[in-house]
C-alpha cells in the first residue's frame, strides 16, 4: 500500500501481508482496543516513514485503547508514531498523563528501520529485544516514550538513539523537546548502541536505564526523574 490509509477498528484484524510503502498510514480508534496480526512489511525511508496513528484522548474521562501490533514487522522503512484528533476538526490538546499506547509484541528481527517516536502524548510499549528487532535507530521527538514494559533486555549496540530537538507543534507549550524512557519498577533497560542529538534525554518510571556506548554525540541534557541512570559507557553533556 502506498500513500493509502488502513484502519484497524476493534478486535483484531489479522493480515496475510501487508506492505506497508512510505506515505501510507495505519490508523485506529480510540474508543476500541485495536490489533493487527499477520505480517507486516514496511518500505520507506527516515523522511518518508509509514505513519501510525492513534486517535488520543482528552483526558481520564476518555481513556485510550491501544494499537497493539501482535504481527512481526520486517523491512527497511521508517516506523513514525503520531497521536491524531478523534475528528478533523476536533482542535484538542491531548493530556500525556494519558497516552496513546502503541504495543510491540511481535518478533521484529527482520525490522532494520527506525521507530519514530513523534508525539508527547505517544508511548511505544517494548517487552523484549526481539519487540526492538534490528532497527537503526530509535528516534524521540517531543517527549514521546519509549517503555521498556515488564521484562528486562538490551537494544542492541547496532541501533543509534536519537534525541531529537524538534517539536512537533511549537505552539504548543506542552510538547517539549527530547524523548523519555520509561523502565519499569524491578527492570533493567541496557542501551548498548550510541546516543545523539540536542534534546531532553529523560528517565521516567523507577526501573534502572543503563547506557553504556564509550563514544556518543550527545549535547543535549540527560535527566533522571524517577529510578535509576546509569552511565557505563559517557555523556558528553550533564546530567540533571
Do not use: C
Request: charged share 10%; aromatic share 8%; proline share 5%.
Amino acid at each position: 500500500m502506498s500513500g493509502g490509509a488502513f484502519f484497524a477498528q476493534g478486535a483484531t484484524v489479522t493480515v496475510g501481508d501487508l506492505r506497508l510503502y512510505g506515505g501510507s498510514s495505519v490508523s485506529a480508534t480510540r474508543s476500541k482496543s485495536n490489533a493487527v496480526a499477520g505480517n507486516i512489511s514496511v518500505h520507506g525511508s527516515a523522511s518518508d516513514p509509514v505513519y501510525f496513528r492513534i486517535e488520543v484522548n482528552k483526558g481520564p474521562n476518555e481513556p485510550t485503547r491501544p494499537l497493539t501490533l501482535q504481527a512481526p514487522v520486517s523491512g527497511s522503512g521508517s516506523m513514525r508514531f503520531i497521536y491524531a484528533p478523534g475528528h478533523v476538526n476536533d482542535a484538542y490538546t491531548p493530556d500525556p498523563a494519558y497516552p496513546g499506547l502503541f504495543n510491540m509484541r511481535g518478533d521484529n528481527s527482520g525490522f532494520t528501520g527506525e521507530w519514530q517516536l513523534w508525539h508527547f502524548a505517544i508511548q511505544g510499549t517494548f517487552t523484549s529485544a526481539a519487540n526492538v528487532g534490528s532497527a537503526s535507530a530509535i528516534v524521540f521527538n517531543s517527549n514521546a516514550v519509549f517503555r521498556a514494559q515488564g521484562a528486562s533486555f538490551a537494544i542492541p549496540a547496532a541501533t543509534r538513539i536519537v534525541v531529537d530537538t524538534k517539536g512537533s507543534n511549537s505552539a504548543n507549550t506542552l510538547q517539549t523537546n527530547g524523548g523519555s524512557f520509561f523502565v519499569d519498577d524491578g527492570q533493567t533497560l541496557t542501551v548498548n548502541g550510541p546516543v545523539s542529538g540536542a534534546g531532553i534525554l529523560r528517565k521516567i518510571g523507577a526501573g534502572t536505564l543503563r547506557l553504556t556506548a564509550a563514544a556518543n554525540a550527545f549535547s543535549g541534557t540527560a535527566s533522571s526523574q524517577a529510578g535509576t541512570m546509569l552511565v557505563d559507557g559517557a555523556l558528553t553533556n550533564a546530567v540533571a
